[in-house]
């Protein structure tokens, strides 16, 4: 008996034994993990975040007349520029000018070139796709300005869809589209500047220039003598806004606020009648 009692204990100890050195010991859990989760934080947070601690906001923009340009000194103005520098100025931080090229600006936000497009982007299913989009903060018309040599006596978008007419448009625009789109039998050229398309009207190698207004009145008016406008009213309306990456609700909803607040104040009709109806900049240009 005292044997088999011995024995009884002797196998509880070895199992215990053997049980207790294949077990981990349970720790208690800690806040050692905490820091590296915060750490982590700019790069998973809002781009607003990102933007405030680096005191700096950067704006993808291509030059399209009057919404960005040069002036005589060579620093950028239009009403795009305005609108961005007064953004920064109500964000506290400063501006910084990433100039792209319109085909590739899109893929130029989403690689993290810049926080933002501010250049007159028209909001389309396709790019929504891609990019999110601000309430809109202006809306841009669609027009054709022609040549009177080439193009005479044409009143109507009908006048131009035929196989005997060239178009010139710039590439990666909603212009391109809406050219594509209304003028099917049209042979239509794509450029990668505007100032390729406007030089290819006055050159008299296309008979007209699908592009947003107020391009095309600015440019009947510069060239009163060459270009005329066939059509009364624009073709289209677009919405203009703001681009950023998606995903990102905090900047949406802080560019959306700017948006409503600052049109409340009539600060952003003020800007657009100046920079769209008025001629009072051109000297800065001239």
């Known amino acids: 008996m005292k044997f088999r009692i011995l024995a009884t204990a002797t196998l509880f100890l070895l199992l215990a034994s053997a049980f207790g050195c294949s077990q981990e010991p ?130 109507s978008i009908e006048d131009f869809n035929n196989p005997g007419t060239t178009i010139a448009v710039r590439l990666g625009t909603t212009a391109a589209e809406a050219a594509k789109n209304f003028l099917p039998q049209a042979k239509i050229l794509f450029f990668d500047e505007e100032s390729q398309t406007i030089q290819e009207l006055l050159n008299e190698r296309v008979h007209a220039v699908v592009a947003s207004n107020p391009l095309p009145l600015t440019l009947s008016k510069e060239y009163a003598d060459q270009l005329f406008l066939p059509l009364k009213d624009d073709f289209t309306r677009e919405p203009i806004a703001f681009a950023v990456k998606k995903g990102d609700l905090d900047f949406l909803n802080w560019l959306n606020n700017w948006v409503r607040v600052t049109m409340s104040k009539g600060w952003l009709q003020n800007r657009y009648e100046y920079w769209f109806f008025t001629n009072n900049w051109e000297s800065q240009i001239q």
């Open 26 to 155: 349970i720790q208690p859990k800690s806040d050692k993990t905490a820091p590296a989760a915060t750490a982590e934080a700019p790069a998973t947070g809002s781009q607003l975040d990102v933007i405030l601690k680096r005191g700096t906001i950067r704006v993808g923009f291509d030059t399209f007349k009057p919404w960005a340009m040069k002036d005589k000194n060579g620093d950028y103005i239009g009403f795009e520029i305005e609108v961005a520098r007064q953004l920064a100025k109500d964000m506290g931080v400063k501006v910084e000018f990433v100039p792209t090229k319109w085909s590739g600006i899109i893929p130029a936000l989403l690689t993290g070139k810049f926080d933002i497009i501010i250049g007159g982007m028209s909001v389309t299913p396709q790019r929504n796709l891609k990019v999110n989009f601000s309430l809109p903060y202006e809306y841009s018309g669609m027009s054709i300005v022609a040549s009177r040599k080439l193009a005479e006596g044409r009143a």
